[in-house]
């Protein structure tokens, strides 16, 4: 199975703050990775799809980037409604396979 | 709107068996395949199995296999997920979750939809 690794595993930061999410996997998985962002007791939201396209409804100051094995989810100027853990989820191949999360909070 | 909407989950001994139940509405469910992740209590999320749209397809995760086995009814709109041989380590919410299929470039980009999950404890 291809695994992936989140960095870091949790971040403080402040209102305002420019955020960057990193995710590597284990081999090359194209473009094939997803970001997702999960509120305690809520169900993961899509963010990001295609590593870089921006899912419907999301606001732009969440973005992507990457391809092959490296990738990164940047929230441009963080609000208080993005505290939350994010995820990232590789669909290349069977078994998907998530990053361990990072969590992020309010410094 | 889409909606899915898990039910089944209780506490089970080990050993023991349970089926959880996901139903969909709001869209073509016969369309799209279907999948399962859970979460254990303060843990990661964890892929658990998928099945094709027409059930002829499925794939899981190591940590099921042989022990998990996914299916669905497109004449009731529901997908099922039947777990035997619980152990402690199988506690977790559910999530049922629909693929994200986009049928001009007939590519999957993950999951769009989520149910709101469905807690299962195994203890004794």
């Known amino acids: 199975a291809i695994q992936m690794t989140q960095s870091p595993s949790s971040l403080s930061a402040s209102v305002g703050d420019r955020v960057t999410i990193t995710c590597r996997a284990s081999?090359?998985?194209?473009?094939?990775l997803g970001w997702y962002q999960q509120k305690p007791g809520k169900a993961p939201k899509l963010l990001i799809y295609?590593?870089?396209s921006l899912q419907s409804g999301v606001p732009s100051r969440f973005s992507g980037s990457g391809s092959g094995t490296d990738f990164t989810l940047t929230i441009s100027s963080l609000q208080p409604e993005d505290f939350a853990t994010y995820y990232c989820?590789?669909?290349?191949?069977?078994?998907?396979?998530f990053g361990q999360g990072t969590k992020v909070e309010i410094k | 709107q889409v909606q899915l909407v898990e039910s089944g989950g209780g506490v089970v001994q080990p050993g023991k068996s349970l089926r959880l139940s996901c139903a969909a509405s709001?869209?073509?469910?016969?369309?799209?395949?279907m999948h399962w992740v859970r979460q254990a209590p303060g843990k990661g999320l964890e892929w658990v199995a998928v099945?094709?749209?027409?059930?002829?397809?499925?794939y899981y995760a190591d940590s099921v296999k042989g022990r998990f086995t996914i299916s669905r009814d497109n004449s009731k709109n529901t997908l099922y997920l039947q777990m035997s041989s619980l152990r402690a380590e199988d506690t977790a919410v559910y999530y049922c979750?629909?693929?994200?299929?986009?049928?001009?470039?007939?590519?999957?980009?993950?999951?769009?939809?989520w149910g709101q999950g469905t807690l299962v404890t195994v203890s004794s």
């Open positions: 081999q090359g998985i194209t473009n094939d």
């Open positions: 295609a590593a870089s």
């Open positions: 099945i094709s749209y027409d059930g002829s397809n499925k």
């Open positions: 709001g869209f073509t469910f016969s369309r799209y395949a």
């Open positions: 989820l590789q669909d290349y191949s069977y078994p998907w396979t």
């Open positions: 979750g629909r693929d994200f299929y986009n049928f001009w470039s007939r590519n999957t980009y993950g999951l769009d939809y």
